[in-house]
């Protein structure tokens, strides 16, 4: 009965009738009803004031939105807008002071191997984010500046340093999470040598104009979730045991991290450009 059927099918109808089922799709859902006490809001406004020194009214409806940025599923993970500079595999986004990147990578992270030459990335940045992860090596093998030295170099000249500051009785300006030879950290919130520290570093960099400094760099820094500089003026780039001026730069300089010729470690470096507060 049933092969009398199919023999008088059509090709067309045959192929059809011998095609994979489709899928049937659920019905949708209805749309979750709005509660009774649902509210609602305006959106904008266009009949307020206009901002001092802005050319914004307040809550003005035509003021862009933010951007939409999707922060990273763990905390300290580079959220969607991020340049990721290590992510523990290789040292693509980094030459060096001496040539090719010769730092070692193993087991997630990147470990100087002393006398290569900073790592420099490829990338410039000026105003920006940046989130280090670093320790310091487990084995003390010296003492005061040659606990772990090395430093965050942002723009290649201003540092952040990093060192071993677990009981460490070295010179203020010289402890971890100073701006070297200026500012010292508000607090020392290092861990102990061989443990994970972690810097987020928010920076507005120098200007210059007609080659003469306009306005200096400012910097703000969370070590270990605490806040050790607050929104502090940098004078100058780093120097030991000397002040050095502001000498004109590009808007834009690489990142360094400094070799000091010990063996600290670093793991999950991303950079966020940051929009100039004007811009906003
Ligand atoms: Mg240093």
Known sequence: MQRRKLLTLTPAALAAAQ???????PPQAPAPAKPSNYRTSPI?????PVLPGQPWKVHDIARPRPAVVTPGPRPGDPPSDAVV??????????????????WKVEN????????????????????????????????????????????V?????????????????TYADGQ???????????????????????????????????NKLV?????????NGVLVHHHQEVTGPMAHRAVRQYAPHAPEEPLALQDHDTRPRYRNIWVRRLKPYDQR
């Open 19 to 25: 095609q994979a089922p489709q899928p049937v799709k």
């Open 44 to 48: 904008g406004y266009s009949d307020t």
């Open 85 to 102: 500079l290590f992510n523990g595999r290789d040292l693509s986004a980094w030459t060096s002071s001496k040539g090719p990147a010769r």
């Open 108 to 151: 997630g992270y990147v470990e100087c191997v002393g006398r290569t030459g900073d790592l420099i990335s490829r990338e410039k940045f000026g105003d920006a984010q940046y989130h280090i992860e670093w320790s310091a090596p487990a084995l003390i093998d010296g003492d005061s500046q040659w606990r772990g030295n090395s430093g």
């Open 153 to 169: 170099l942002i723009m290649g000249r201003y540092e952040i340093q990093v060192l071993d500051s677990w009981d460490n009785p």
């Open 176 to 210: 971890a999470g100073a701006i070297y030879g200026q500012w010292p950290p508000l607090v020392n919130p290092c861990r102990r040598p061989g443990e994970w520290n972690v810097y987020d570093i928010f920076w507005q960099a120098p200007k210059f104009e007609a």
């Open 215 to 223: 306005k200096p760099a400012y910097v703000t820094v969370v070590f």
